[in-house]
C-alpha cells in the first residue's frame, strides 16, 4: 500500500576514486607533543593515550570494561561499542539512549598488543577511579567501565567531543577529528615498517583494500624509501 522509500533519500555509493582522493587528517610529531603536554593532570589521559596508542574507535573506547584488559600479557580485547541512539516510543515520543552493541563487523572483534608505558598509564587511570569511587560512595554506579563519568556513568559522545574540542584548544592545535587520532596510530606504524596486513588486523578492517585505499596515499617519504631499495638494478 505504501512504498517505504517514498520518503528516503538515496544515497549513491561514492566510487572507488573518490575514496582514495579524500585526504585523511592526522597529528604531526610536533601536534602529538602539544596534545600530550595538554593532557597533562586531565582525567580522561588515559582514553586519549588509548586511541593514539591502539587505534580504536570512540564508540570502542567509550565500552571498553576492565575485563577486557589483560595486565599479564599487555593486550586488549575489543568486542563491543557504545553508541548513542534515539529510541522512539509508541506514543510518538522520543529519547536518546547509550547503548552496547557488537562491533560493526566480525573481524573488529580483536586483540591489541598494548605497549607497556600504555599499560602504566592504564595503572594509574584505575588508581585515580577508585580514589573517585571512594568519594562517590553510594552515588557512584560501578558499570565496570574504563572510561567513565566521575560517579560512573557512561560518557556521551558529545561530552567527549567537548572534552576533545577544549584539549585542541589548549594545545593550540587545528580542530581535527576524533578518528584522527586512529589514523596516526596506523601512519605511525606504516612509518615503523609495519606491514600492511598486520595494521590492517589491528585496524579491524574487514578487508586489507580498505587499509591500502586509506593509508598507502598518505606516505610518500615510504614509498620514495621503498622505491630507492630497486637501486642496485641499475648499477
Known amino acids: ?14 566510487n572507488k576514486s573518490e575514496i582514495e582522493n579524500k585526504e585523511i587528517e592526522i597529528f604531526s610529531d610536533e601536534e602529538i607533543k602539544a ?9 580522561l589521559k588515559c582514553l586519549f593515550l588509548m ?3 591502539t587505534g580504536m574507535r570512540q564508540g570502542e573506547l567509550l565500552a571498553l570494561k576492565w575485563d577486557d584488559i589483560d595486565f599479564n600479557n599487555c593486550e586488549v580485547r575489543v568486542n563491543k561499542s557504545i553508541k548513542n541512539v534515539k529510541i522512539i516510543a509508541s506514543d510518538g515520543t522520543s529519547k536518546r539512549e547509550i547503548i552496547e552493541q ?6 573488529s572483534n580483536r586483540i591489541i598488543p598494548l605497549p607497556s608505558n ?8 584505575k588508581q585515580l577511579q577508585e580514589k573517585e569511587k571512594k568519594e562517590a560512595g553510594n552515588s557512584y554506579n560501578d558499570n565496570k567501565l574504563v572510561f567513565a563519568t566521575g560517579i560512573g556513568n557512561p560518557i556521551t559522545t558529545k561530552n567527549l567531543f567537548n572534552i576533545y574540542k577544549s584539549l585542541l584548544n589548549k594545545a593550540g592545535i587545528k580542530h581535527k577529528k576524533f578518528h584522527s587520532l586512529r589514523h596516526t596510530y596506523a601512519t605511525k606504524l ?13 585496524l ?24 630507492e631499495k630497486l637501486n642496485d638494478l641499475f648499477e
Open 204 to 227: 579491524g578492517h574487514s578487508d586489507i583494500s580498505i587499509t591500502a585505499e586509506i593509508y598507502t596515499h598518505v606516505m610518500p617519504k615510504e614509498k620514495i624509501s621503498a622505491v
Open 118 to 125: 600504555l599499560i602504566n598509564i592504564l595503572k594509574e587511570h
Open 1 to 14: 500500500m505504501k512504498n517505504p522509500c517514498s520518503e528516503s533519500k538515496i544515497i549513491i555509493p561514492k
Open 35 to 43: 596534545f600530550k603536554d595538554a593532557l597533562k593532570n586531565h582525567r
Open 102 to 107: 557488537t562491533p560493526k563487523t566480525q573481524t
Open 190 to 202: 606504516f612509518e615503523k615498517g609495519v606491514p600492511l596486513k598486520t595494521v590492517q588486523t589491528l
Open 51 to 53: 586511541a593514539l596508542g
